[in-house]
């Protein structure tokens, strides 16, 4: 049978920031929590226009949460790549949330110089299979300039 857990932020980063120890303090880490096991409140962290901003998210859909706050990164999955696609691309279903079939995999480039990194994973949702998208795990190298 399958058990829907809740997902937990990394070290208690829901709704939440933490700015990165020297060298590294100029970036901040945000989490959000996940709208289907909690209440993502952006309200809650910490946001710095002046350091290099990495959002976590469990899906899309965080970004209206985020709203204008500044980041310049933000990861998200939940998406499963639409899990099902059929030839050319289209997926006849999506997962849950209001950005999830907009931002279903991949890189985006948002306005104001933000950016949208979204998995695919390695997992799937309701149904115990994949047809079309691959299985990723993303690494992400995360250049800068001297301040």
């Known amino acids: 049978p399958l058990r829907r857990q809740r997902q937990m932020c990394i070290r208690d980063r829901c709704n939440r920031s933490v700015r990165l120890p020297e060298p590294f303090d100029n ?12 209440q993502p409140r952006a309200a809650d962290a910490d946001w710095d ?8 998210m469990h899906q899309p859909s965080g970004l209206l949460d985020a709203g ?20 050319g691309g289209r997926a006849p279903m999506a997962a849950s949330g209001p950005l999830s079939r907009m931002y279903r995999a ?21 149904m115990p299979f994949r047809l079309g998208p691959r299985t990723e795990v993303l690494i992400v190298d995360l ?3 001297p301040s």
């Open 27 to 38: 970036v901040l880490l945000v989490g959000l929590d996940d709208h289907l096991g909690g």
């Open 49 to 56: 226009d002046n350091c290099a901003t990495l959002l976590l």
């Open 106 to 126: 991949g890189r985006y480039s948002l306005s104001q110089e933000r950016v949208l990194c979204v998995s695919v994973g390695v997992g799937q949702s309701l």
């Open 143 to 145: 250049v800068g300039t």
């Open 68 to 87: 204008d706050r500044p980041f310049d990164l933000a990861l998200a999955g939940h998406t499963h790549g639409g899990q099902i696609t059929l030839p």
